[in-house]
Antibody, heavy 116, light 112 residues
């Protein structure tokens, strides 16, 4: 069974940093592109960032470009999102998702709240 | 960011059929059949219910079906059930850069 489990979400002050992680199991992690998608309170889904199976390609939404960094660790089968210079508008539930253009498996999400 | 246009809410009685529309542009829905639909119950993991506009993943009920015409994609839920009450999001490849996908604003489905 494919499992994606996010962690690292917390309350952070504006301007501070957080690092999210996604532990995976049940599939060959090295074969799949991976993504972060978020959902802010009362709003819709927003693609945040993606990374190819071999870390050779990465992409970011304009809203996080230059502040967030995606990475992956094949040995640990994990995905990460380094979030710097956090803003109140980054407050959301952050989901880890597997896939390319289609996200066929998702985690339950980890909450990030940015507030002073 | 680009956003695909969905109705804010759709409702129906048990057993009825409902259709959710998703309207895009020449940059996304109009140019690619790479439209997917996700069901999202609050505090749960989103679930893929349709991909490539009209394909259904293994394990997803046959009551869910997708279509696309021009700039508009649609998700139809037939034989509406209480468990179908959730938020539904469309998503399309936008093709401007690597991994560029855009989501719709979401549709709240209410089972009366």
């Amino acid at each position: 069974e494919v499992q994606l489990v996010e962690s690292g979400g917390a309350l952070a002050q504006p301007g501070r940093s957080l690092r999210l992680s996604c532990a995976t199991s049940g599939f060959n992690f090295d074969d799949f592109n991976m993504h972060w998608v978020r959902r802010a309170p009362g709003k819709g889904l927003e693609w945040v960032s993606g990374i190819s199976w071999n870390s050779g390609r990465v992409g970011y939404a304009d809203s996080v470009k230059g502040r967030f960094t995606i990475s992956r660790d094949g040995a640990k089968r994990s995905l990460h999102l380094q979030m710097d210079s956090l803003r109140p508008e980054d407050t959301a539930l952050y989901y880890c998702a597997r896939g390319d253009i289609v996200f066929d498996n998702w985690g339950q999400g980890t909450p990030v709240t940015v507030s002073s | 960011q680009f956003t695909l246009t969905q109705p804010a809410s759709v409702s129906g009685s048990p057993g009825q059929s409902i259709t959710i529309s998703c309207t895009g542009t020449t940059s996304d829905v109009g140019s690619y059949d790479l439209v997917s639909w996700y069901q999202h119950h609050p505090n749960k993991a989103p679930k893929l219910v349709v991909y490539e506009a009209n394909k259904r993943p293994s394990g997803v009920s046959h009551r869910f079906s997708g279509s696309k015409s021009g700039y508009t994609a649609s998700l139809t839920i037939s034989g509406l059930q209480a468990e179908d009450e959730a938020d539904y999001f469309c998503c399309s490849f936008a093709g401007t850069e690597i991994f560029h996908v855009v989501f719709g604003g979401g549709t709240k489905v209410t089972v009366l």
